[in-house]
């Protein structure tokens, strides 16, 4: 079947220590993108790809990057991983058609915990 | 700016019984609007949208939802509860972004379902 995949699905790392969480797609989609759910909030928007045009929310912190080097595979770093990082993150996709109307397909997301 | 409002961030209903899980959007423009489930553990699937056309909408597992434009609602309901609908349930509107959409979600409602 056609999904989104994430890996890993519970991540720890230390304070200050780089992680990187990755998520890959069998649905061609030319979008891809990533949110942030923090415990008991809805998800935000932190930014989404585009084919290879990355956009960034404009609050997203600048510890948060993205890399996308092929369709498939799309993926989240955090650079310096705070206590306040902590959180759901979710991977999603969509055709890419520039509707409104556009489902959006969910991984099932990577929890991380920072110690 | 697009937003939504979930009221009641728990529900509990007993097996059998009308399912109903409010919903109230801001919008500028005409919306787009979402609902989309989460069980424990997995990522979010989209239950039903409302595009334009027809302002009740039908969807998955029995659930529907009906586009009220005067009362600024999209409340979900199921006319029966079954114990596997025990979940988190969460309204979205949408805006547009550079080829893609951007989903502005409720802070959810979780729904729990009484033997």
């Known amino acids: 079947d056609a999904m989104v995949i994430q890996n890993p699905r519970y991540q720890v790392t230390q304070f200050g220590k780089p992680v990187t969480l990755s998520c890959s797609q069998t649905l061609n989609h030319n979008v891809m993108y990533w949110y942030q759910q923090k415990s008991s909030q809805a998800p935000k928007l932190l930014f989404h790809y585009y084919d290879k045009d990355f956009n960034n929310e404009a609050d997203t912190p600048d510890n948060f990057q993205s890399r996308r080097p092929n369709t498939s595979f799309c993926f989240l770093d955090i650079r310096s991983p705070g206590l306040g990082d902590a959180a759901m993150y979710l991977c999603?996709?969509?055709?890419?058609?520039?509707?409104?109307?556009?489902?959006?397909?969910f991984g099932p997301g990577t929890r991380l915990l920072v110690l | 700016a697009q937003s939504v409002t979930q009221l009641g961030s728990h529900v509990s209903v007993s097996e059998g019984a009308l399912v109903l899980l409010r919903c109230n959007y801001s919008?500028?423009?005409?919306?787009?609007l979402f609902w989309y489930v989460q069980y424990p553990n997995q990522g979010l699937q989209l239950l039903l949208k409302y595009t334009t056309g027809a302002t009740l909408v039908k969807g998955i597992n029995g659930f529907e939802a009906e586009f009220k434009k005067s009362e600024t609602s999209f409340h979900l309901t199921k006319p029966s509860a079954h114990m596997s609908d025990a979940a988190e349930y969460f309204c979205?509107?949408?805006?547009?972004?550079?080829?893609?959409?951007?989903?502005?979600f409720g802070t959810g409602t979780r729904l729990t379902v009484i033997p």
């Open positions: 999603a996709t969509s055709g890419g058609q520039g509707g409104l109307w556009e489902t959006q397909y």
């Open positions: 919008s500028s423009v005409p919306p787009y």
């Open positions: 979205a509107v949408t805006r547009t972004l550079t080829g893609a959409n951007n989903l502005f």
